[in-house]
């Protein structure tokens, strides 16, 4: 996935290196699953569907839609496929640390707790390895 990006272009560090982490926290089933939910708290028209993060990226559906990314916060076969999409993931996390300034950080930290909403040790630890091993060309 991240050779893909650099490929097309999409080469931004801390966008990568998020997209990197989340999807070693997020493997393919689980976000299968919160497809799923999505849909189900679309169907039972619960509010909580804007809460829920999806897609590699993690970001929740509200920020997708305030992001201009999606229509609405409901789910669809059309809003699934975009927040699945590789390279829409890539722009919805580099809207999102543009939106707060953070698309040149270089801590770990602030990024993490700016991204995950907390300070999770591992997470930023995770980020700061991801960042280095990018940067090496290593991945």
Known sequence: MIRE??????????????????????????????????????????DRARKISVGPGQLQVVHWQDLGLIDSDGFSIERCA??????????????????????????????????????RAGYSSMLAEARGVLSAGAL
Do not use: M
Not at 17 to 45: D, H, K, M, N, S
Not at 101 to 110: G, N
């Open 82 to 119: 975009r927040v699945r999409d590789v390279e829409a993931n890539y722009e919805a996390c580099r809207r999102y640390l543009s939106r707060h300034d953070l698309l040149a950080e270089r801590d770990p930290k602030v990024l993490t707790c700016a991204y995950t909403g907390s300070d």
């Open 5 to 46: 990006l650099e490929a097309s272009g999409r080469r931004d560090p801390n966008v990568l290196a998020i997209l990197t982490v989340e999807t070693f926290y997020r493997p393919r089933g689980l976000r299968l699953l919160e497809y799923l939910g999505w849909l189900a708290l679309t169907l039972l028209r619960s």
